[in-house]
């Protein structure tokens, strides 16, 4: 079955760094195009980043453009978000998503950004 576990959240003050993983299994990984979204307390989920199935086209959200950038290495099955200069508003709980059809989604890792 589709499994999509992300790891790499923390606490982490402004202006810091972090990367999140998100390592995929039960399906072909470069097929599909990955996601990544976030959910702060209180809010909607929004799309953060998302990358085609050889990275050959990305978006980002207007929010984090020029801060995060998202990668990926279909050998190792995994889809990375590379995070810097981060703000208060960036605390959330990061998920990774694959494209459908379906509807899969890992279980979140926790991105505190405070000092």
């Known amino acids: 079955q589709v499994q999509l576990v992300e790891s790499g959240g923390g606490l982490v003050q402004p202006g810091g760094s972090l990367r999140l993983s998100c390592v995929a299994s039960?399906?072909?990984?470069?097929?599909?195009?990955m996601s990544w979204y976030r959910q702060a307390p209180g809010k909607e989920r929004e799309l953060v980043a998302s990358?085609?199935?050889?990275?050959?086209?990305?978006h980002y959200t207007d929010a984090v453009k020029g801060r995060f950038t998202i990668s990926r290495d279909n050998a190792k099955n995994t889809v990375y978000l590379q995070m810097s200069s981060l703000k208060p508003e960036d605390t959330a709980v990061y998920y990774c998503k694959r494209a459908g059809p379906g509807d899969f989604w890992g279980q979140g890792t926790q991105v505190t950004v405070s000092s």
């Open positions: 990358i085609t199935q050889t990275g050959g086209r990305i």
């Open positions: 039960g399906f072909t990984f470069s097929s599909y195009a």
